[in-house]
């Protein structure tokens, strides 16, 4: 990869001892797009690729689930990516879509923007932010998105989305993606074909966003269809590339990597269980809310049954350690459980309320490099 900084092939998770920070005041998702939209003229962050600086009109393509350390095990499936420009840079935490895409989007840290995990406590109820549900069904009016997630994207600017038309008008894409003006694709095939409309009209920022990468990992794990679709995904890069005008440039990153979790579903302690009333967050950042009076037991609880597989931590060390951002409201705390097993090794942690169509075969949502670490590519036409 032309201008990388490797970081080895796919199995980074073996490695880490410590969890893998955000990098929030430096190469972080959430600079992205405010280092596109400044004024012009200015100077990109030292961390963004230099061939972006000149550019007139930028696409930024948001590859959902395709880490850094996937694609560098793959570059013989993907040459269009392995000829970008570009390094590694950190996604936020919980390495999750429903959190990721609105720092991306807002360029603003977890802590700030509120979304602070893929589900969360809202009201007494664990709201899922990608359906926008509660237990008890459709929570647009109980939880009003523009309440939950209050800023508004792309530094307040009308940026056109290229994204499935399916994703229109839901709440989630209310939250992250609202006064923007959806350009919605019906395959795949045709996002370059709306990419380079929009910039033969002049764009001068253009958001798409694939999701094929993430939803294959999740139904099929590494393996030959994960490989079919890194194929499928440079195939799309490298058709944006084509339509690209002299002087625009493509900028390429994802939301968050993966890890083959496959069936090492763990199901909490019965002493862990005994101290909670609900669960919160995802397999591998699973939130534990405790019972009244409950919280030190829970934590003793947890870190004696679970530190083998995941770090342990409560809600004030997460906070007091900066990984949502130095800043969190005591309303976005809130919506945070009291202690956090967050797994370090190939595995998940089991929540019976957490359930979907088919067992995730591979996940994210920890702080380990495979999770944490994205791609930043950058080519120009």
């Known amino acids: 990869m032309n201008g990388a900084h490797p970081l080895g092939g796919g199995g980074l998770t073996d490695a880490v001892i410590e969890p893998v920070l955000p990098d929030y005041a430096g190469a972080n998702v959430r600079g992205i797009i405010p280092a596109l939209l400044g004024p012009h003229g200015a100077p990109l962050p030292s961390w963004f690729p230099t061939s972006a600086a000149s550019s007139r009109q930028v696409v930024v393509l948001v590859v959902d689930g395709l880490g850094w350390g996937q694609l560098q095990a793959r570059l013989h499936l993907a040459p269009a990516m392995a000829a970008m420009a570009g390094q590694p840079i950190t996604t936020v935490a919980p390495s999750t879509t429903a959190t990721a895409l609105t720092s991306i989007t807002t360029g603003l840290t977890p802590g700030e923007h509120g979304l602070i995990g893929y589900r969360m406590e809202m009201a007494g109820e664990v709201l899922n932010v990608l359906r926008w549900a509660t237990p008890g069904g459709d929570a647009r009016r109980a939880v009003v998105p523009s309440d939950a997630q209050p800023f508004r994207p792309f530094m307040g600017e009308a940026v056109p989305v290229v994204s499935k038309v399916e994703l229109e008008g839901s709440a989630f894409t209310e939250a992250h993606l609202r006064g923007s003006r959806p350009m919605g694709w019906r395959t795949a095939s045709g996002m370059a074909v709306q990419v380079g409309e929009l910039l033969a009209a002049g764009e001068r920022l253009v958001y798409a966003y694939y999701d094929g990468v993430d939803k294959i990992a999740h139904e099929r794990g ?160």
């Open 222 to 381: 590494f393996g030959p269809y994960y490989d079919a679709e890194v194929v499928a995904a440079d195939r799309l890069v490298a058709d944006m590339l084509a339509v690209l005008p002299a002087g625009a440039a493509l900028v390429v990153t994802a939301d968050h990597g993966q890890v083959h979790v496959g069936p090492r579903v763990i199901q909490p302690h019965p002493d862990v269980l005994a101290c909670c009333r609900l669960q919160s967050g995802e397999g591998r950042f699973r939130w534990l809310h405790a019972r009244p009076g409950a919280a030190d037991d829970l934590r003793h609880a947890a870190a004696e049954h679970h530190s083998d597989t995941a770090w342990v931590r409560t809600r004030a060390e997460i906070i007091d350690a900066g990984w949502f951002g130095p800043v969190v409201s005591p309303p976005v705390a809130n919506r945070l459980g009291d202690v956090a097993l967050v797994a370090h090794q190939p595995v998940a942690f089991h929540d019976p309320a957490d359930t979907g169509p088919f067992e995730l075969v591979c996940r994210h949502g920890s702080l380990t490099a495979d999770e944490m670490v994205v791609p930043l590519l950058v080519a120009t036409g």
